[in-house]
Structure formats: structure tokens, C-alpha cells
């Protein structure tokens, strides 16, 4: 047995991949579309493909980023926590509100990208507001303060899932978490 140590990109980058595979889970049992993908995605009807759109949004691409204050000193676990919280909260929301979205991302992998957000409150809120402008889901989560942060304190942006190009629009300035 082997004393190995995992870092918290690690650790978050695998439970986010655990939420992922949750979520394919109530996909498939719930909404009863399949989760691997049978068609190429071009061939998948688009809320993108008609005349009338307002995103420019040009990528087949689909993803949901979870944008993550690093001000507040959460542990490793603590932003694995909200970040499936945010996570679940936007596939929730965009269900209802971007359904083809939802699929497409579906058929596509469910890419989440984990990103930093140094400006605190103030930035993931305008984050917030650029992405919902652009007609993407956009979730914040507020923290209950039982443990290790204050209470209704913001922790994570769930935005998607959306088109690459039209969520990169967003927060495409942001790095890596």
C-alpha cells in the first residue's frame, strides 16, 4: 500500500469527473436520452442553427466551467464541494432553460473546465451577469457557513452548459484552477 498524496487540482478534477458521471446517471434513467454519443454532433439539432440567433456562436463544442474564488482560503475538499453544488445547480437550471444545450453537452462528453477567479465577489458576480446576458446558465453558489467559510458567502460560478466559443466569450481572460 502506498502513501501516495493527491493535489487539489487532482482531487477536484476527480470528483468533478464523479459528478459527471452522476449527472450522465440521472440523464440516462430520467430523461431517457442515451449517453454515448450515436451521432456525429454536426447532425444533432442546434438552438444555434437557426436564423434568429443572438449568441455568434459558431463551435459545436460544449462545455460548463466552474469558476472558483480563491480569496476565501477553502481547502481542497471544501471547493470540491461547491464545486458540485454549482455543477449540479446549472445542469438543473440549464435543463429547464437551455434543454438543447443540456443534450448536446450530454452527447458530448460533459467537459468542465475549473478556473480562478482572483477578484472576489465583485468578479464572479459580473461574470455572472456577462454570461446570463449572453443567454447562458449561470449559477452561483452561496455558502451555508457550517464549516469553514462565512455564511452566504459566494464560492463558485457554474456557468453552462454552453458553446465553447460563446462561454469562452466570458471567461476566457480567467486561468486554470
Not at 480563491?70 to 481542497?76: A, P, R, V
Not at 462528453?109 to 475549473?114: E, L, R
Not at 454570461?131 to 457554474?158: F, N, Y
Request: aromatic fraction near 6%.
Amino acid at each position: 500500500m502506498s502513501d501516495e498524496k493527491y493535489s487539489a487540482k487532482e482531487m477536484i478534477l476527480f470528483l468533478v469527473l464523479l459528478l459527471g458521471m452522476s449527472i450522465g446517471w440521472l440523464i440516462a434513467t430520467r430523461l431517457r436520452f442515451p449517453l454515448i454519443k450515436t451521432k456525429p454532433l454536426a447532425s444533432l439539432s442546434s438552438p444555434r442553427s437557426s436564423s434568429t440567433d443572438s449568441n455568434d456562436s459558431t463551435s459545436d463544442e460544449m462545455k460548463m466551467v466552474l469558476v472558483i474564488r480563491t480569496d476565501l482560503g477553502m481547502t481542497k475538499g471544501k471547493i470540491a464541494a461547491q464545486c458540485c453544488h454549482a455543477c449540479l445547480s446549472a445542469f438543473q437550471h440549464a435543463s429547464t432553460s437551455n434543454p438543447d444545450y443540456v443534450k448536446e453537452w450530454t452527447y458530448s462528453g460533459q467537459a468542465k473546465v475549473t478556473l480562478k477567479c482572483d477578484g472576489g465577489e465583485q468578479e464572479l458576480l459580473a461574470l455572472q451577469s456577462d454570461a446570463r446576458r449572453r443567454g447562458l446558465t449561470a449559477m452561483s453558489i452561496c455558502d451555508a457557513g457550517r464549516t469553514q467559510i462565512a455564511a452566504g458567502s459566494r464560492t463558485v460560478l457554474a456557468i453552462g452548459p454552453g458553446p465553447v466559443d460563446l462561454i469562452d466569450k466570458v471567461t476566457g481572460h480567467l486561468k486554470l484552477y
